[in-house]
């Protein structure tokens, strides 16, 4: 119960790598918020963990600083402090470069990078406020790395999220506030859709060939948040079975 008297909000919470984090994190004694756009789901997935003394749900648009920060203060007056939050929520949408409207460009950067920003900022005034020496832990991407056809704005959004994980370790190091990131390869979840043909190419491009499942990702999430990985700072782990390290074509 290493997170007993700790609180931790999760955007992106309801669904995928986000839920799988926040019921490791409430079975280690954490208080979780979890953050979505879909409340719906985010109350399904707190009714699912019942535990309404660890968990509590906020309906939030990420890419809305206004609301990312009443997020932050609406925790500490739940809980009482703030001692984490996981930067998860995101989008995809692939367009070729030459079919990338403004529009769907500025809908990826404003999800998956500006609401990073939120949440780093906010959260680490809130922490430097309470005194408390939290952590931060911001999903990037395998594409935040590498380019990718069709993803444009999304490659451009992760490599953002890895190299504001790397600035704020810098700036908060004096606060004893840790920035962390994780990047994950091909997650085996329904954002993949139901074709077989499509997650077996994309399993081949891990090193071995299989898709990886969102508690997999969950796992280093959690450590990152521990005492454990104290001295893990600014850096971004990838969670990829290898896809970063070797070619398959």
Do not use: C
Not at 145 to 154: D, E, H, K, P, V
Not at 234 to 242: A, K
Request: hydrophobic letters at 45%; aromatic letters at 8%.
């Amino acid at each position: 119960m290493e997170f007993e008297g700790q609180a931790i909000i999760v955007t992106g919470g309801a669904s995928g790598i986000g839920k799988e984090t926040v019921k490791q994190l409430v079975e280690r004694g954490a208080a979780v918020v979890i953050a979505d756009f879909n409340s719906e789901a985010a109350e399904a997935t707190a009714k699912e963990i019942n535990r309404e003394d660890k968990v509590a749900t906020y309906k939030v648009d990420v890419s809305n600083n206004e609301e990312v920060k009443q997020l932050i203060n609406w925790t500490v007056d739940r809980f009482g402090t703030l001692n984490g939050i996981f930067n998860n929520a995101g989008i995809g949408l692939v367009k070729p470069l030459l079919e990338l409207d403004p529009e769907s460009y500025h809908k990826v950067i404003a999800v998956d990078q500006h609401s990073v920003y939120y949440g780093i900022h906010y959260a680490a005034k809130k922490m430097v406020e309470l005194g408390v020496k939290g952590t931060i832990v911001n999903t990037a991407s395998i594409y935040g790395s590498i380019a990718a056809l069709g993803s444009f704005n999304y490659n451009a959004a992760k490599a953002a999220v890895v190299m504001m994980t790397k600035s704020a370790a810098l700036e908060l190091s004096d606060y004893g506030i840790r920035s962390v990131g994780v990047a994950p390869g091909f997650i085996d979840t329904p954002i993949l859709g139901d074709s077989e043909e499509t997650k077996q190419a994309l399993a081949q491009q891990h090193m071995r060939k299989q898709l990886i499942k969102p508690e997999q990702v969950a796992n280093v999430v959690t450590f990152l948040f521990t005492e454990a990985a104290n001295a893990v700072n600014g850096q971004t782990i990838p969670v990829d079975d290898g896809f970063l390290s070797f070619k398959t074509k």
